[in-house]
């Protein structure tokens, strides 16, 4: 990929797994990279092994607990207070299969943190991305989705799973709900003339700590054959970072990607009526005004 000194990137949960081999992989590509995350006790160490392997200097960590959307607010003013411009951010954090618990404003964990946060974080932070990108030379959303979406429903009539609570069922809801989102997103950036695109990406099936609160049988699988079966973070990171610098996708949104190629999301995901719904009773929950 081309150099990228000029661009500045965020990178949220990246400080673990396929996030920090993101933030990772950009830094050493020459960017300025802002890893947004909640773990404080890792960060220095993380910000440091950074700087240090790809002697890229402007790596920084800024505190961002995607489960509060109050503390997403406020990583988002202290990121305007450095007057930065902003090329890339990857929504890339995320909760596994976690039993069942609330985010701080009382969404269910799944789609609280990894739908609803990643919903406020990136429309709060669209005026800077829009006013970044320039012709030939777009910002861009990149949002980690998941394999788990093709088997997830929507149900809006209960998105916080407060009839029944699956944490498979919850995890692929979120995962289904960033699909949805991203594509409507591109289509808001679109119709509103912007430089800026959407995509939606799957980084297949990757050996990272994700998988602490799944079955331990699966959890032995992984430690034994995670060779054989499991991608490697930096394998793992490679589709978001594609679809963060790649010349071929300049001026490209709307696409799921896997393995860097573009593949078909689940039917469903392409529903723009559904698409709307849930951008519309996300604003109201995350607090963003409608402006479909
Ligand atoms: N590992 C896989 O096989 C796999 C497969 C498909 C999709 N994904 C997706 O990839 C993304 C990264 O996962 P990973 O495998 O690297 O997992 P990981 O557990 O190694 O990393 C998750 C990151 O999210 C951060 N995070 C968790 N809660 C947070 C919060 N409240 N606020 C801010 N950050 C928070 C963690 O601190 C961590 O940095 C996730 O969105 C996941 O759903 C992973």
Not at 45 to 67: G, M, Q
Not at 99 to 118: C, I, V
Not at 267 to 284: D, E, F, G
Request: hydrophobic share 40%; charged share 20%; proline share 4%.
């Amino acid at each position: 990929f081309p150099p990228q000194p000029d661009r500045v990137a965020i990178v949220t949960g990246g400080t673990d797994g396929i996030g920090y081999a993101t933030a990772k992989r950009l830094a050493r590509l020459g960017m300025h990279v802002i890893i947004a995350g909640n773990n404080e006790s890792k960060a220095e160490d993380v910000v440091s092994n950074i700087k240090e392997e790809t002697l890229n200097p402007r790596v920084e960590f800024l505190y961002c607990d995607l489960a509060s959307l109050t503390s997403i607010r406020q990583f988002v003013e202290k990121f305007k207070m450095k007057k930065l411009p902003l090329h890339v951010l990857v929504n890339n954090a995320g909760v596994m299969m976690v039993p069942e618990r609330k985010t701080q404003d009382g969404f269910e964990e799944h789609f609280g943190l990894n739908y609803l946060g990643h919903f406020l974080l990136t429309n709060l932070l669209l005026d800077t991305l829009r006013a970044s990108g320039s012709p030939g030379r777009s910002a861009r959303v990149v949002t980690v989705s998941s394999a788990t979406h093709y088997v997830g429903e929507l149900n809006m009539d209960d998105l916080q799973s407060r009839k029944c609570y699956s944490p498979h069922g919850a995890y692929a809801q979120s995962k289904l709900a960033l699909v949805l989102f991203s594509y409507h997103l591109q289509r808001l950036l679109a119709a509103g003339g912007s430089h800026v695109t959407a995509n939606v990406v799957d980084p297949g099936v990757v050996n990272t700590e994700l998988y602490r609160h799944v079955f331990w049988g699966t959890r032995l699988v992984q430690k034994v054959f995670s060779w054989l079966l499991f991608k490697t973070p930096d394998e793992g990171a490679w589709t978001s970072v594609y679809a963060a610098v790649t010349p071929e996708l300049e001026g490209v949104g709307g696409r799921y990607l896997y393995n860097e190629k573009e593949t078909t999301s689940l039917k469903v995901t392409y529903n723009q009526k559904l698409q709307q719904q849930l951008w519309a009773t996300s604003c109201q929950m995350a607090g963003v005004l409608n402006v479909t």
